[in-house]
């Protein structure tokens, strides 16, 4: 890797980026990493290089780029942050500070993990580019993991598929999220791996490749007819998605049909609803199959129409529907957008995001900070609505009072009845996406019932029914003494 190609590619994204302070990084840090060298034998500049190039390839803006080619400056020279500071500024200077922070962890085995992911929450919460820098770093840590020892190869790999990868997932960098798993697959199941590869690589690529290109031209022709801008490529699945497919479902691999699906990118959210109405027009698709991610977007964002259909030789086919800007938004993340107005890209919290620095003031130990981000944050989460569409979002197998809560805790509090899609149903209801709820209240119910404790699943419900019976009960108390 060189500078200059680093510089290049960031042109290529953004033709007015400061090439000039890049080039100005660079340099401070190959004169700070002088004489140092990696593992492999390779000299050590190779791997802030190789981190600042992921980086230019999700998109990153100049800061981060710069603080990737900077980040291992404090940590393994005898350059401080002071110094990086001096020479880059305060922002820089914070991004590598939270990297090196991130650096340093004390435990080992269960400990050591919980710390890890508590670190990258908080690091998440300061400065999400901050994870960005991390995950470029890791990605080529991970490229290299060959030089290092086996014990320590097993030990990268392992918390990169149990903490990196699903945080990458969790913020739709899928680009990312790929890779490493593909490159952790590899080391922690190296067997498995090859017979998935050779599967997928050399004995069905052929046929895979036809069968694409049949699919391709029935659709070509239907489309041509119209005026819609497209474009069709396929998108194959990676290694290790598979994989996971045949364990969870107990398939073989011949029977994991959406191995690939063919990915049609277009200009406007209006052209996605017609190509669907062709493709459904050409194939009978298969029920519920069909996924409206566009009306109701995934939590970490992903937008897309995905639908399977019995294409030629009787083949289940997945396609997926998208314009330009939800496709780029899947590799590169929701949380990177590019801004129109001020012509750069910028970055946006997510929601979940509040939801752990409200955890984090509170100030428990990591063993309970971790439980509650797993059950609150890291659980699937679902969409429902209100009789007038409000879309409310859910932790999975919430139930009609947590969406009450969520509506208004008075709501919550005098709720006494639930209809679901028109149905009554009990306070304890499993609620499932797209379901549409009416609660209906009682104005004279004075408290909620503590019993509901048992069942709620967000923790908003929980404080509310809570505080209400400890309310209740102090008033009781008051009355008690008052006579
Ligand atoms: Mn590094």
Known sequence: MTIERVIKKAQEINPEIDT??????????????QGQTRKSGEPYIEHPLHTAFNLVQIRADISTILAGILHDVPEDTEYTLEDVRKEFG??????????????????????????????????????????YIKFCDRLHNLRTLESLPENKQQRIAQETLEIYAPIAGLLGIWRLKWQMEDICFKYLYPKEYKQIEYKYEIEKKSERNQFFQKVKNILEEELNKTNINYEITARFKHLYSI???????ERRFDEIYDVFALRVVVKNTEDCYKVLGIIHSLWKPLANRFKDYIALPKPNGYRSLHTTIIGPDNKATEFQIKTHE?????????????????E???YKKPGWIKEILELQ??????KDFIKEIKTNVFQNRIFVFSPKGDVIELPEKGTPIDFAYAIHTTIGNKAVQAMVNE????????LKNGDIIEIIIDKNRKHPNSQWLDFVKTKHAKERIK?????????????????
Do not use: C
């Not at 994989?243 to 479902?249: A, G, L, P, V």
């Open 20 to 33: 000039e302070i890049i080039m100005r990084a660079y340099k401070f840090a190959e004169k700070a990493h």
């Open 90 to 131: 305060q922002e820089v200077s914070s991004l590598v500070e939270g990297i090196t922070k991130l650096g340093k962890i004390k435990y080992r085995g269960i400990e050591r993990y919980r710390e890890n992911l508590k670190k990258m929450f908080l690091a998440m919460v300061d400065d999400i580019r901050i994870i």
């Open 243 to 249: 994989w996971r497919k045949m364990q969870i479902r």
């Open 326 to 342: 939800m496709h780029e938004e899947s590799l590169y993340g929701s949380q990177i957008h590019w801004n129109y107005k001020n």
């Open 344 to 346: 750069k890209y910028e």
């Open 361 to 366: 003031k509170e100030n428990r130990d990591v």
């Open 423 to 430: 149905k009554i149903v009990s306070l304890d209801h499993e």
């Open 467 to 483: 505080q209400y019976s400890q309310k209740g009960a102090f008033d009781k108390f008051k009355k008690i003494f008052n006579k």
